[in-house]
């Protein structure tokens, strides 16, 4: 009990980060379909349907294939806690705080690897409390994104441990809660393994390069379901239109000649 002591303390403070979930109704933000999502989710799981790729009710009642592409992780959470008996309400809420604890939980384990126990509490409530973890959640209501955020040090936990269980959870979580962040954050996670490897190599280990390969490969596997469809039907979708014209993210990003005196 005393060697996790420090998650205890983050466990705790990590209170006043959801205590807005303990308040009744609920509170506007940018992305508010969470709660019919959550709905929607428990409802296809109960006619036995799995994965869910499409719902019934959405897209004016004609149907929505939204988990075909958008990640489902935290929705397949969501309404778990229905099928425990909650409202679809209280199991958004749940599910949302759920992925606040765990950013700051994951976030612990992996600092005090490096910084010990005080380092690793630090770490864990920074990362929780981070301003931009309170816009993701409250402002912007986008829970696909900061479930991400728990998955991300858990990634980087399992590969530095150089254990497949963890690892392979954690890069799972990753693409299963956010595709996009993943995309993003695998380059790192590769950098890692190529400094593992790396060590390893001077050390005459090499089974490192095995175990994170296993991790990656097993992490892609066990996330097949979701990224598989999402890539073949990506085709039948206006996708691709959304990185041209003035979505191109190019047209929304200083050149640097614009920083000089002269730029016309």
């Given amino acids: 009990m005393k060697k996790y002591y420090g998650l205890f303390v983050v466990l705790i403070l990590s209170f006043w980060a959801i205590q807005p979930f303990f308040i009744s109704g609920f509170f506007p933000m940018h992305d508010d379909a969470q709660v019919a999502r959550v709905f929607e989710m428990k409802k296809v799981l109960q006619n036995g349907v799995f994965p869910v790729r499409s719902v019934p009710d959405l897209g004016y009642g004609y149907g929505y294939p939204i988990f075909n592409f958008y990640a489902p992780l935290s929705y397949y959470v969501g309404s778990a806690f229905m099928f425990l008996g909650f409202d679809?309400?209280?199991?958004?809420?749940?599910?949302?705080?759920?992925?606040?604890?765990?950013?700051?939980?994951?976030?612990?384990?992996?600092?005090?690897?490096?910084?010990?126990?005080?380092?690793?509490i630090v770490s864990g409530l920074f990362y929780l409390y981070a301003p931009f973890h309170a816009v993701d959640i409250y402002v912007r209501g986008d829970v696909a994104e900061f479930w991400?955020?728990?998955?991300?040090?858990?990634?980087?936990?399992?590969?530095?441990?150089?254990?497949?269980?963890?690892?392979?959870?954690?890069?799972?979580g990753l693409i299963l809660s956010h595709n996009l962040t993943a995309m993003m954050i695998t380059p790192f996670?590769?950098?890692?393994?190529?400094?593992?490897?790396?060590?390893?190599?001077?050390?005459?280990?090499?089974?490192?390069?095995?175990?994170?390969?296993?991790?990656l490969i097993l992490g892609l596997a066990l996330s097949a379901f979701y990224w598989v469809p999402a890539l073949l039907e990506m085709k039948n979708t206006n996708v691709l239109?959304?990185?041209?014209?003035?979505?191109?993210?190019?047209?929304?990003?200083?050149?640097?000649?614009s920083f000089t005196f002269w730029y016309p």
Avoid: W
């Fill in 88 to 120: 679809a309400l209280i199991g958004t809420k749940l599910m949302m705080a759920l992925g606040v604890i765990l950013a700051g939980i994951f976030m612990y384990f992996l600092a005090r690897k490096f910084f010990g126990e005080l380092g690793g």
């Fill in 148 to 172: 991400a955020y728990a998955f991300i040090p858990l990634a980087f936990l399992g590969i530095y441990k150089r254990n497949i269980l963890i690892g392979t959870i954690g890069f799972a």
């Fill in 189 to 215: 996670l590769l950098i890692v393994i190529l400094l593992n490897c790396y060590s390893a190599f001077k050390n005459k280990k090499s089974f490192v390069l095995n175990s994170s390969s296993l991790i």
């Fill in 241 to 257: 239109s959304q990185i041209g014209g003035g979505a191109d993210f190019r047209d929304h990003l200083s050149k640097s000649a």
